[in-house]
């Protein structure tokens, strides 16, 4: 309990630190440089996606502790948007837990292989005794011994034997652990040339009792069979090296050297808070140290909490961004290493690596072209994939079909190969555009898709004849193309047993042209389930909008919907509805004029200059991971012309947005920030 009081001490010294150095939101400011408004941002928590990446590329851990935590809060279509990662009582518990589990896996000195050999005629049976140097069984019995093993892992069990043979058969023998047979053998051997019985087991660490049985006494004098057992031995756990390489990253000189230890201390706090660490940090967490060792533990038990502090600092678990006076509302630059760690979980969704270390450093990432390379070199990384999992799998909704269970009954063919190719069909979709393979203002429209034979048989298309997702061209094949015929997003805006057109509009609405319709008036019901349908769903739907209570909302967002009817509740492609009445995809774009069917709808969608804005705002939302402020509003005008002008490339919006001043700086707020 008194290393507990320590370590909640040590962090609260960097809870404090951080909290009375942050700015908060504040709806003034302006930028010194370029005479434009600057809006503050809060500090940001690691959602668990970030938690678990950062936990990977820090220590390349097997623990995945945040499977354990609270789901985070989803706001503005993200769950990394700072002013709703708040901590809880429970999550500050979790937290701690976590640092200590993973400080000992991180710390721990794994045992080489051993094998620890025991004299049978120094042990004990259930029958027989000792004889020379062996141990006789005479009649069906065992011997055995208490062992303590290492670990977990696989281990050899040996014991040497002969038999005095008698009868028709030959002397039959087993080897156990904790009662649990791990091998049988026959004993042809006798007294002249004992043999050794080998048996292999997965077993867990810990005290175990290993036996050698006798199995087939016989007696009929003068013959009589008996079992001896001249010793035992048990090997492992196999494969163990005694590296644990986990440690190797972190302990690189001997802990027991002070200077080596503040060097040790320095690199991993460096490396966990993404950024130096000043003196006055690491006397605490030498204090830690010097606590366990005033207590009689070990250097390696004090070193063990030191880690625990570092990963259960505010500083591994937030991304502070600190002002020398948090009230001034000057804006200033990010310094190097906040900014790298705003790219890191922008584009990665975890810690900055070394060479985004190294460009701090040296403040590469102060100039526009150090930003630019930077990016190129980050979005060719594998890790830029969580771009697509946590960006676009969320502005795409792509996350939410894991949940979502379509109706067996309407929708018999679906099942989990057919979502996971769904799943995968926009993962790959997606990269084309952010690798620049294909410009931005094709994204609805684009002629191309991956499917697989399973998929391809789903969409009506031509099987490609593998398993695995490939590219195929879309021309010829008018009922497919682009995001909006994706069966992914059409079976997530869908209820289990139905299209909706309302969900499928809205989603339009709210994702690609940022114009959401108003809430519902209160007291105004949904559309009530028919057991048999008297019309189709459109036909029913326009007469729930004949309600002047309901028109305000639905003329707004069900044309747009009604232009996907033709594709079901799991995106497969039809001409009727479930009530077997005929599709009409006929509706009206605003005041931009009529479309029929999806295309000529993506059509209008995608030349709405409402569309260009709301892909540069989502991205903005994602990337700051707050809201679009009024402040920032001449700063994404200036990148959607850029983007505009450069073509439409997503590398070149990215790059757009992380040499902005919105990402690139901050500032205080005129409320003071009280601990």
Request: aromatic fraction near 8%; hydrophobic fraction near 35%; include cysteine.
């Amino acid at each position: 309990m008194e290393y507990r009081r320590l370590l909640a001490l040590t962090a609260l010294g960097g809870w404090l630190g951080c909290i009375g150095n942050i700015g908060t939101p504040s709806p003034e400011g302006e930028h010194a440089g370029s005479g434009l408004p600057l809006a503050a941002a809060p500090m940001h928590r690691l959602n668990r996606s970030e938690y678990r990446n950062t936990l990977r590329d820090l220590l390349g851990t097997g623990l995945d502790p945040a499977a354990d935590f609270p789901a985070d809060d989803i706001s503005l279509g993200f769950d990394n948007i700072a002013s709703i990662l708040t901590v809880s009582p429970l999550q500050v518990e979790l937290y701690e837990q976590a640092a200590r589990e993973l400080a000992v896996e991180a710390l721990t000195i794994p045992a080489n292989a051993a094998t620890q050999h025991f004299e049978a005629e120094a042990l004990t049976g259930t029958v027989g005794s000792a004889t020379g140097s062996a141990w006789n069984l005479f009649s069906n019995g065992e011997v055995s011994s208490q062992v303590t093993l290492d670990g977990d892992g696989d281990y050899v069990i040996r014991a040497r034997v002969w038999g005095q043979q008698a009868g028709p058969d030959v002397v039959k023998a087993a080897i156990s652990v904790d009662a649990q047979v791990v091998g049988n053998f026959d004993v042809a051997s006798d007294q002249n040339a004992p043999e050794v019985i080998t048996a292999n087991a997965t077993l867990t660490g810990g005290t175990k009792t290993v036996s050698v049985a006798f199995l087939n006494d016989y007696y009929q004098a003068p013959a009589d069979r008996n079992l001896y057992v001249d010793w035992i031995e048990v090997e492992g756990p196999l494969g163990v090296t005694g590296q644990n390489p986990i440690r190797e990253k972190i302990v690189f000189c001997d802990p027991v050297d002070p200077t080596c230890r503040h060097d040790i201390l320095s690199g991993f706090a460096a490396q966990a808070w993404r950024r130096p660490v000043t003196e006055e940090e690491l006397g605490r967490l030498e204090a830690l140290v010097q606590k366990a060792i005033g207590q009689g533990d070990t250097i390696e038990k004090g070193l063990e909490l030191a880690v625990t502090g570092i990963l259960l600092a505010p500083q591994f678990i937030y991304r502070p961004e600190l002002d020398d006076d948090p009230t001034s509302e000057f804006p200033h630059d990010l310094d190097d290493y906040e900014l790298a760690s705003r790219l890191s979980y922008f584009l990665w969704s975890s810690m900055p690596d070394q060479e985004l270390f190294d460009a701090a450093s040296l403040g590469e990432l102060q100039d526009a072209a150090g930003l630019r390379a930077t990016v190129d070199r980050m979005l060719a990384d594998p890790k830029a994939g969580a771009l697509v999992d946590n960006f676009a799998g969320q502005w795409l909704l792509v996350r939410a079909l894991e949940d979502h269970v379509p109706d067996y009954a309407t929708y018999p063919t679906y099942d989990d190969t057919l979502r996971d190719s769904l799943r995968e069909e926009m993962r790959l979709y997606f990269t084309e555009f952010l690798q620049g393979n294909v410009p931005l203002n094709k994204i609805l429209t684009a002629e191309f898709t991956y499917v697989n034979d399973r998929l391809a048989e789903h969409y009506g298309l031509p099987l490609p004849g593998t398993g695995e997702l490939q590219r195929v061209d879309l021309q010829g094949s008018p009922e497919r193309f682009g995001l909006l015929t994706m069966g992914s997003l059409l079976t997530v805006t869908s209820y289990p047993n139905r299209t909706s057109p309302v969900k499928r509009g809205v989603w339009i609405l709210e994702k690609l042209l940022c114009d959401g319709p108003p809430p519902p008036p209160p007291g105004v019901e949904g559309l009530k389930p028919e057991e048999t349908p008297t019309g189709s769903l459109r036909e029913r739907l326009e007469a729930h909008r004949s309600d002047p209570k309901c028109a305000v909302c639905h003329q707004i967002m069900d044309p747009l919907g009604f232009g996907l009817e033709h594709y079901d509740g799991i995106g497969a492609y039809r001409t009727e509805d479930v009530g077997g009445f005929p599709i009409d995809s006929k509706g009206e774009y605003f005041d931009k004029g009529s479309f029929d069917g999806a295309q000529q709808m993506a059509d209008f969608v995608q030349q709405d200059p409402r569309f260009a804005t709301c892909l540069v705002e989502k991205l903005f939302t994602y990337a700051l991971g707050r809201d679009v402020e009024s402040e920032d509003i001449p700063h994404l005008q200036f990148i959607s012309e850029q983007l505009s002008a450069s073509g439409y490339m997503m590398p070149e919006l990215i790059k757009l947005l992380v040499t902005s001043e919105p990402f690139r700086m901050r500032r205080g707020t005129k409320e003071e920030v009280t601990p």
